[in-house]
């Protein structure tokens, strides 16, 4: 394979959801096609040149998806590794599997953030009740989080001190990671980028409120003190220069009085960065897209102040109401049925 890919050539995405219907359209706009792999309901699949319904375990469906493209690249990171080993085999992946691996496992993730000298919460690894409750002594608050396959706040139990070790490990039962409490003022984000020349774009840190656990909104600017700002986008550098990354990323940081605290990366676009749509030249999208399609990065500054707000479940309600407001960009995912907690799409506010 020759980067840069030329026009015409098609990128491969596993995952249909939102995320690769967005990466679809940026992959359009910049000339290329996109081939999404998904086994389950794909809203990308209506953007797409191509798509592939069958399961991770399917091998001769993922060996013809991985012939049929220029590059790989994916909107979630919990793909199986023998599915990722063979595409590896036939067509280069990128962000590379050392990242995808790393944020796979959220023990490994910490000591990898850990071994760069960053700050994460207190931690322990925790594989039996007996761990939790060692782990626990000397603890105030703490959360249990599964190492694997956990998000938006899944896979989680919060505990404190007295509380019975036994019922929060019998909650989660799979090999976990004790989390000390850390007291945040406030949860912000950085959407990185690197090329696959080493070049470094970090878009401005968003502000990010979360409701029950999901992302409600994400705010820029995000209004802490601006001596911060340049340290956060720093962390996001370390870290995907030390990955030798190629892609966009979405680093999330609790911001405490002393410093800055990393919570979790995640190596692929991010919900916090839907705000880069409204307000800069090129969003984190087609900043992906032109990453792992070799091209330069683009210029991610931003020229607006924007909140974006995720449209949860219900709020499709909203919809005939937002289509008549000022300076308000929506966009829908396509999915077919409303249910609770379910993303179904966001909107972009500009404030001037
Ligand atoms: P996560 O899935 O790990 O991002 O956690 C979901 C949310 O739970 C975060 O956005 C925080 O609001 C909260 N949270 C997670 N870990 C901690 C922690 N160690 N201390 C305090 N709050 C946390």
Redesign the pocket.
């Known amino acids: 394979m020759t980067f840069p890919l030329n026009p015409g050539a098609t990128i491969g995405i596993l995952g249909g959801g939102q995320l690769g219907r967005m990466l679809s359209v940026a992959a359009s706009r910049l000339g290329y096609r996109s081939h999404i792999y998904e086994p389950g309901a794909a809203p990308a699949g209506d953007v797409a040149h191509a798509v592939t319904n069958a399961p991770y375990e399917d091998e001769a469906a993922i060996r013809a998806f991985a012939a049929s493209v220029d590059v790989v690249t994916y909107e979630f990171e919990n793909v199986p590794a023998a599915a990722l080993d063979l595409i590896e085999s036939i067509v280069p992946i990128r962000p590379n599997r050392r990242a995808l691996a790393v944020s796979q496992d959220?023990l490994d993730e910490k000591d990898f953030l850990t071994g760069l000298g960053l700050t994460v919460?207190p931690y322990a690894p925790v594989d039996s009740a007996a761990d939790l409750s060692a782990a626990m002594q000397g603890q105030g608050?703490?959360?249990l989080?599964t190492r694997r396959l956990?998000?938006?706040?899944?896979?989680?139990v919060r505990i404190a001190a007295g509380d019975d070790p036994a019922a929060a490990w019998a909650q989660v039962g799979a090999p976990s990671v004790l989390?000390?409490?850390?007291?945040?003022t406030a949860?912000i984000s950085v959407i990185v980028a690197r090329g696959q020349d080493g070049a470094v774009a970090a878009y401005d840190p968003g502000l990010?409120l979360?409701r029950d656990?999901i992302?409600r909104t994400t705010t820029v600017p995000c209004g802490l003190p601006a001596r911060l700002i340049p340290d956060a986008v720093l962390i996001a550098s370390r870290i995907v220069t030390a990955l030798d990354y190629v892609g966009v990323m979405g680093v999330?940081l609790?911001v405490t009085p002393r410093e800055l605290?990393v919570?979790?990366i995640a190596p692929r676009v991010h919900n916090s960065g839907h705000w880069t749509q409204a307000g800069c030249a090129v969003d984190q999208f087609e900043q992906h897209i032109r990453a792992v399609a070799g091209l330069p990065l683009g210029d991610g500054r931003r020229y607006a102040d924007v909140t974006m707000e995720n449209l949860i479940g219900d709020d499709m309600d909203r919809v005939p109401a937002l289509l008549g407001q000022p300076d308000t960009q929506l966009h829908l995912y396509g999915k077919a049925e409303v249910k609770p907690g379910r993303k179904m799409g966001h909107v972009n506010r500009i404030m001037r």
Do not use: S
Not at 179 to 184: I, L, T
């Open positions: 959220r919460a608050r703490a959360i989080k956990g998000y938006d706040g899944k896979g989680q989390e000390g409490f850390v007291d945040f949860e990010n979360h656990g992302l999330e609790f605290v919570n979790e």
